[in-house]
């Protein structure tokens, strides 16, 4: 079964089931500023699932593509990605655990046809005073899985907060039961694995079990220090589409699917190798990477040394090391490789199918830069015989972006070998360091409600609109980012705003904050929104009814995150910084005045 079917037969199946199949967010959240990317589906179903309506029901069903650098250097094996695909579907005050996983259940077996003995579940085994799931267990059985099929584990439980226990005061939670596929003892994924032996289980790393998809079941919320059930209980299901894909396949390695396989057959055409051995973990990382990249550049990042586009420099510049290790060129192979990469997300309705030119000229760009970095790492190696040590490895990553791996390389043929442990010290030690800088932006996941946030959160609306009024109509967002300490906006601009167009926007802000305009939220049609002027980020991804925000009668915007109620709860605004990002593009900061 080829992977477009796949998340075809599954939305198609909840749609059948009363679902409404809600856009994919784009790369970057547009309404959760406290984290760089999105990376998981329930990332902007958030205050949905806190109890704001969502325009398009209670029962909703999406594919969300999301990223995660977490598992960079894990890339290489036949599991591990970098970005990947979530299906996903809600139920927001609706049905329960019953449906759910009867409904899940019927997908993989009946829809999908996996054997049933080759699934296994998971359950709360229960903790911290609460008792096991007995009924996510009885619904199991009742379904027709064996008992021996069914796993108890105390790990089974989601808040953001951890367990029952760890659980705050007002925060919600509950039970999960995680569905695995089993892919046989007779499978050896990972040499020298210990295989069916009997400390081998579900939750095992040894690469037997796969996890295909996980049901959260918000059900608890803490008040007065004990767990009472939700007046209105939510259902959170999230799979792997790769994962799953690969399950359709009874293939323990994902890059075996449709998803890579013609990437990677065009990696190894233009690279004269063969897909085996040690060729196959830089293929893998060349095939991860060109996706992540190539859908985040066609949703508008650029490399950069700055978060989002300083994670897509370092995929770019990744990928450049392994297609040098294979003894060919990443220009060489991401020409071949970007249309197909663009065809497969452009079928899914996540990109424009005309975005290919844009792709290659933007990793064309980057990587003569980092030529030219090479260049000058090659003659710094040259100019150091003799103090080849780790610290000299860390500085040449830290100046030059020059990768690990080469410097390793490069050493060697010089009969030096670095020591991994002591780079690893000083990269450790240099992190916590510069932690407290990234402070806010990294949290990942879930969107921050404080109070802080929330006013700056409202301010951005009435920054872009003034913005918008100043420096004309060819203003548009283009991407933002809130901490606690100020709000930052990204727009699209030709030219250079004058100091005297910088105080005009500041003062304009705070005479709407001083003005105390009321903050209305309407449920609209987007179109009609859009047409009355309603401003919105990426808007070809937002649902057909949408959330739209209108403060007084001077903006008006389509969002989905946190808003004070009247504009006179932000206090005054201070316009601090404004620079250039190139390509027709700016950054501006915004602060509360002290």
Not at 69 to 93: K, Q
Not at 309 to 335: C, D, E, M
């Amino acid at each position: 079964m080829k992977a477009s079917e796949v998340r075809a037969k599954y939305l198609a199946y909840f749609v059948a089931r009363g679902h409404s199949v809600i856009p994919a967010a784009p790369i970057i959240p547009p309404d959760d500023p406290t984290t760089l990317f999105t990376s998981s589906g329930m990332q902007q179903m958030v205050p949905y699932l806190k109890g704001e309506v969502h325009p398009m029901g209670k029962r909703l069903a999406d594919s969300q593509p999301s990223f995660r650098a977490g598992d960079i250097e894990e890339v290489g094996d036949n599991r591990h990605t970098t970005m990947f695909e979530m299906l996903g579907n809600w139920s927001l005050g609706d049905y329960f655990k019953q449906d759910q996983l009867t409904w899940i259940w019927e997908f993989f077996t009946q829809e999908l046809g996996l054997p049933k003995d080759k699934l296994h579940v998971t359950i709360f085994a229960g903790d911290q005073g609460v008792p096991i799931d007995e009924e996510a267990k009885e619904i199991w059985l009742s379904i027709g899985l064996a008992e021996s099929h069914i796993h108890e584990y105390k790990d089974n439980w989601w808040s953001r907060a951890g367990g029952p226990g760890e659980m705050p005061e007002g925060e919600i939670g509950g039970p999960d039961s995680e569905v695995f596929y089993d892919f046989g003892a007779e499978r050896q994924i990972h040499e020298n694995s210990p295989w069916a032996n009997e400390e081998c289980h579900v939750n095992c790393d040894c690469g037997r079990y796969l996890e295909i998809g996980n049901n959260v079941f918000m059900q608890f919320v803490k008040k007065n220090g004990k767990l009472v059930p939700l007046p209105s209980q939510n259902v959170d299901f999230g799979g792997g589409f790769e994962r799953i894909v690969a399950a359709t396949h009874d293939t323990p390695d994902i890059f075996a699917t449709d998803i890579y396989t013609s990437i990677i057959r065009i990696i190894a055409a233009s690279s004269g190798k063969k897909y085996e051995g040690k060729n196959m973990p830089p293929m893998r990382v060349i095939a991860d990477h060109l996706r992540a990249a190539t859908l985040m550049i066609a949703q508008g990042i650029e490399p950069s040394n700055k978060l989002q586009g300083y994670i897509l420099r370092r995929l770019l510049r990744r990928a450049a090391v392994r297609a040098r290790a294979l003894g060919t060129k990443a220009q060489i192979i991401f020409v071949e490789c970007v249309s197909a990469v663009v065809s497969f997300y452009a079928e899914a309705g996540f990109i424009e199918s005309n975005v290919g030119e844009k792709v290659l000229s933007t990793i064309a760009i980057e990587l003569t830069k980092f030529e030219r970095a090479l260049e000058k790492g090659l003659k710094e190696i040259e100019r150091h015989q003799g103090q080849l040590d780790e610290q000299f490895a860390f500085d040449l990553y830290q100046s030059l972006g020059f990768p690990l791996e080469i410097t390793k390389e490069l050493c060697a043929e010089k009969g030096v070998t670095l020591d991994q442990d002591k780079f690893d010290a000083i990269f450790t030690k240099h992190k916590v360091e510069s932690k407290t800088a990234s402070a806010g932006m990294f949290k990942g996941g879930l969107a921050d409600s404080s109070e802080t946030t929330t006013k700056y959160h409202t301010a951005t609306h009435l920054l872009h609109q003034a913005l918008y009024d100043v420096l004309g109509r060819t203003v548009a967002q283009a991407g933002s980012n809130i901490t606690s300490e100020r709000m930052r906006f990204d727009y699209t601009y030709s030219g250079k705003p004058t100091e005297d167009q910088l105080k005009q926007i500041e003062q304009i802000i705070n005479d709407k904050i001083a003005a105390n305009l009321p903050v209305i939220k309407s449920i609209e049609s987007k179109d009609v929104a859009i047409k009355s002027g309603a401003k919105a980020f990426f808007a070809e991804k937002y649902p057909d009814q949408v959330s739209v925000y209108s403060i007084g009668d001077y903006s008006r915007e389509l969002c989905g995150g946190p808003h004070v109620e009247y504009t006179g709860s932000i206090g005054k605004i201070v316009i601090y910084k404004d620079e250039a990002l190139g390509s027709g593009k700016r950054r501006i900061y915004g602060k509360l005045a002290e």
